[in-house]
């Protein structure tokens, strides 16, 4: 079996979700877990006609036999993760790492204060940015003090080392995008720590010899919530126009969008050491493609964008995102032996 990691190729709002969701319902993994920031993210999951819009639950929950895990490197904001629990029924199979950071209300309130990081920045004030400065001041309370979460706790590392070594299979999902890097990003508008594939790995406690494939996920055009460079960006008005407004899963927001960034993409497989990618919302760019299910279906406008991504990248376009469901997907990933 393999260990699997997901990341976002640009700026965040990529679809990690929906693949995360789809690769664990197509592999059943042993172990789905989470690594990251924290509840500044938002994942969105539509499967069997529901919708589930997730800061704190891999993605990977609709796997009913896999177990789900959040990595130390994590913040939790527990109140936001209690309520998932009881959303998605998973209260049974997750494990919170002991050693999670707890965004507390003091973060929140701190954050909202700023104006640095809401005016400037554009955070979500989510806590996330205020909680990981406590942490480097080694001041922050972790998930082993916080009594609402004394009965999920775990060892992560411990479980996923244990899984892969057993020859499990595991799979792993990060958060954000490669952009919003705080090394590798559009400093100094980005998130509070790094989140590329082996920033992930740390996050959840894997050395990354244990990795075997990194997906990284693209849009078929680029969003961008919140301040910074979006290069191309197109006018609120063209962005209608074309069918490509979105709203943050998060905050709401409206997102500023650009055509597909061949250059951004490139960086980003070389960034996370990416084995194949994903192109997502190939409906909302080539809408004859809605709901495919195979390659040799699709018009040969959008056959013929997949190949000049591919020949961008250098890595093989080996998912395709045709709609908003888990199950809008075209899979052209080779079987291992």
Same mark, same amino acid.
């Given at each position: 079996?393999?260990?699997?990691?997901?990341?976002?190729?640009?700026?965040?709002?990529?679809?990690?979700?929906?693949?995360?969701?789809?690769?664990?319902?197509?592999?059943?993994?042993? !172990?789905?877990?989470?690594?990251? *920031?924290?509840?500044?993210?938002?994942?969105? *999951?539509?499967?069997?006609?529901?919708?589930?819009? #997730?800061?704190?639950?891999?993605?990977? @929950? +609709?796997?009913?036999?896999? /177990?789900?895990?959040?990595?130390?490197? +994590?913040?939790?904001?527990?109140?936001?993760?209690?309520?998932?629990?009881?959303?998605?029924?998973?209260?049974?199979? !997750?494990?919170?790492?002991?050693?999670? $950071? !707890?965004?507390?209300?003091?973060?929140?309130?701190?954050?909202?204060?700023?104006?640095? #990081?809401?005016?400037?920045?554009?955070?979500?004030?989510?806590?996330?940015?205020?909680?990981?400065?406590?942490?480097?001041?080694? %001041?922050?309370?972790?998930?082993?003090? $916080?009594?609402? #979460? =004394?009965?999920?706790?775990?060892?992560? =590392?411990?479980?996923?080392?244990?899984?892969?070594?057993?020859?499990?299979?595991?799979?792993?999902?990060?958060?954000?995008?490669?952009?919003?890097?705080?090394?590798?990003?559009?400093? &100094?508008?980005?998130?509070?720590?790094?989140?590329?594939? %082996?920033?992930?790995? =740390?996050? +959840?406690?894997?050395?990354?010899?244990?990795?075997?494939?990194?997906?990284?996920?693209?849009?078929?055009?680029?969003?961008?919530?919140?301040?910074?460079?979006?290069?191309?960006? #197109? =006018?609120?008005?063209?962005?209608?126009?074309?069918?490509?407004?979105?709203?943050?899963? +998060?905050?709401? /927001?409206?997102?500023?969008?650009?055509?597909?960034? @061949?250059?951004?993409?490139?960086? $980003?497989?070389?960034?996370?050491?990416?084995?194949?990618?994903?192109?997502?919302?190939?409906?909302?760019? @080539? &809408?004859?493609?809605? /709901?495919?299910?195979?390659?040799?279906?699709?018009?040969?406008? $959008?056959?013929?964008?997949?190949?000049?991504?591919?020949?961008?990248?250098?890595?093989?376009?080996?998912?395709?995102?045709?709609?908003?469901?888990?199950?809008?997907?075209?899979?052209?990933?080779?079987? /291992?032996?």
């Amino acid at each position: 079996m393999a260990c699997t990691v997901v990341v976002g190729g640009f700026f965040g709002d990529e679809g990690k979700g929906k693949l995360t969701a789809y690769l664990a319902l197509r592999d059943r993994p042993a !172990i789905v877990a989470r690594g990251g *920031v924290g509840p500044n993210a938002g994942h969105t *999951v539509q499967v069997q006609g529901k919708t589930y819009s #997730l800061r704190m639950i891999p993605s990977g @929950f +609709v796997c009913r036999e896999s /177990r789900l895990l959040i990595g130390p490197g +994590v913040l939790v904001n527990p109140s936001v993760l209690l309520k998932e629990i009881e959303v998605t029924e998973t209260k049974n199979r !997750i494990g919170i790492d002991r050693q999670c $950071a !707890i965004i507390e209300q003091k973060h929140i309130d701190e954050e909202s204060r700023s104006e640095h #990081l809401v005016k400037k920045i554009g955070v979500t004030k989510s806590g996330v940015g205020a909680c990981n400065a406590d942490r480097v001041y080694r %001041s922050a309370k972790l998930a082993r003090d $916080a009594p609402e #979460l =004394s009965g999920l706790l775990a060892d992560v =590392s411990e479980e996923i080392n244990e899984a892969l070594h057993a020859k499990s299979h595991v799979l792993l999902e990060g958060s954000q995008g490669t952009f919003l890097s705080l090394f590798h990003g559009t400093y &100094p508008f980005c998130t509070s720590k790094d989140v590329c594939a %082996s920033a992930i790995c =740390s996050d +959840v406690g894997i050395g990354p010899t244990e990795v075997d494939d990194v997906i990284v996920v693209f849009k078929s055009f680029v969003t961008r919530v919140g301040e910074g460079p979006l290069e191309g960006q #197109l =006018s609120e008005e063209e962005t209608r126009k074309r069918g490509w407004q979105e709203f943050g899963t +998060v905050t709401g /927001r409206l997102r500023r969008a650009a055509p597909f960034d @061949f250059d951004l993409a490139k960086r $980003a497989v070389h960034l996370n050491g990416a084995t194949q990618a994903a192109i997502t919302k190939l409906d909302v760019v @080539f &809408p004859d493609t809605m /709901r495919l299910k195979k390659y040799e279906q699709l018009p040969s406008k $959008a056959r013929n964008f997949i190949s000049e991504v591919e020949k961008a990248i250098g890595i093989p376009v080996t998912l395709i995102g045709t709609g908003p469901s888990t199950e809008d997907l075209i899979d052209r990933t080779p079987r /291992r032996e």
